[in-house]
């Protein structure tokens, strides 16, 4: 695979990325403490965010927000093609994007010339700019992006056949109870599911574990607590670790900082 136009930009990362045969199967599912967008170009994919799935179309956005688990399911071999930035709408100085409604996570914008001409903007400039100026510009790009969908919104893509409804409710009682779930049992007893059953269906499904799914959501609330200032000391209660060590492993392990570092 060819990675056309990849830097760190600031803090924004921004790849363009093409590809004249790629595999099936999924890219890792993750998350992070940033937005994403992917503008999709091209391929036979699938996006899965949470429990919600969308068939992507040439033109379709996709926007996903801080902590949210993710991942791109490749559906056949062919030709792939998207661009890929993260961003901290404060840190990177993006406006617009919190203007947008929470039920916003694919558009199509095969028909918004405006919209493309904003990436081939992004190409242009990373071309003919150093990564300073090219950060700068990328944050009034991405502005102006999000301000033009807020001022001439379009409908939503609808999603396909989700997730098991099992993972469905077991994720929404993760989310719920992220501070004080103790073990994997609550889940599956709240879902009168074997552990091993429930298991094998985030395996299916997520391309992960529970344990990992509620750890990496536990972190990243983390952080954000420790970013506003909050003490590593009170930090780990609030986000459902039993003891300051084991948070203080994990975090340190996750992130390659501290929590007091990270404060």
Same mark, same amino acid.
């Given at each position: 695979?060819?990675?056309?136009?990849?830097?760190?930009?600031?803090?924004?990362?921004?790849?363009?990325?093409?590809?004249?045969?790629?595999?099936?199967?999924?890219?890792?599912?993750?998350?992070?403490?940033?937005?994403?967008?992917?503008?999709?170009?091209?391929?036979?994919?699938?996006?899965?965010?949470?429990?919600?799935?969308?068939?992507?179309?040439?033109?379709?956005?996709?926007?996903?927000?801080?902590?949210?688990?993710?991942?791109?399911?490749?559906?056949?071999?062919?030709?792939?093609?998207?661009?890929?930035?993260?961003?901290?709408?404060?840190?990177?100085?993006?406006?617009?994007?919190?203007?947008?409604?929470?039920?916003?996570?694919?558009?199509?914008?095969?028909?918004?010339?405006?919209?493309?001409?904003?990436?081939?903007?992004?190409?242009?400039?990373?071309?003919?700019? +150093?990564? *300073?100026?090219?950060?700068?510009? $990328?944050?009034?790009?991405? @502005?102006? &992006? #999000?301000? !033009?969908?807020?001022?001439?919104?379009?409908?939503?893509?609808?999603?396909?056949?989700?997730?098991?409804?099992?993972?469905?409710?077991?994720?929404?009682?993760?989310?719920?109870?992220?501070?004080?779930?103790? +073990?994997? *049992?609550?889940?599956?007893?709240? $879902?009168?599911?074997?552990? @091993?059953? &429930? #298991?094998? !269906?985030?395996?299916?499904?997520?391309?992960?574990?529970?344990?990992?799914?509620?750890?990496?959501?536990?972190?990243?609330?983390?952080?954000?607590?420790?970013?506003?200032?909050?003490?590593?000391?009170?930090?780990?209660?609030?986000?459902?670790?039993?003891?300051?060590?084991?948070?203080?492993?994990?975090?340190?392990?996750?992130?390659?900082?501290?929590?007091?570092?990270?404060?």
């Amino acid at each position: 695979m060819k990675h056309d136009y990849i830097t760190h930009a600031g803090a924004i990362f921004y790849k363009h990325e093409r590809s004249e045969h790629i595999s099936e199967g999924a890219f890792t599912v993750h998350t992070h403490n940033t937005y994403e967008l992917i503008y999709f170009l091209g391929g036979n994919a699938t996006h899965v965010i949470e429990d919600r799935k969308y068939k992507l179309k040439k033109g379709d956005m996709i926007l996903v927000r801080p902590f949210q688990h993710h991942y791109i399911q490749i559906d056949s071999q062919g030709d792939y093609e998207r661009y890929d930035i993260l961003f901290d709408p404060d840190r990177d100085s993006v406006e617009g994007v919190r203007l947008l409604g929470e039920d916003l996570e694919v558009i199509n914008l095969s028909d918004n010339a405006r919209a493309r001409e904003i990436f081939e903007k992004m190409d242009f400039y990373r071309k003919s700019c +150093d990564d *300073e100026m090219f950060g700068r510009l $990328l944050s009034h790009l991405l @502005s102006e &992006l #999000f301000c !033009l969908l807020y001022l001439f919104p379009k409908p939503s893509a609808e999603t396909s056949p989700s997730v098991s409804p099992l993972i469905s409710k077991a994720l929404h009682f993760i989310n719920e109870n992220l501070d004080s779930i103790r +073990d994997i *049992e609550e889940i599956s007893s709240h $879902l009168f599911i074997s552990q @091993s059953y &429930l #298991f094998r !269906l985030f395996r299916q499904e997520l391309h992960q574990t529970p344990k990992k799914y509620i750890t990496e959501k536990r972190l990243y609330l983390a952080q954000q607590l420790l970013s506003a200032g909050e003490k590593p000391t009170s930090v780990f209660r609030r986000c459902g670790f039993q003891d300051y060590t084991t948070f203080y492993r994990n975090y340190t392990a996750f992130f390659g900082d501290s929590p007091s570092e990270d404060r």
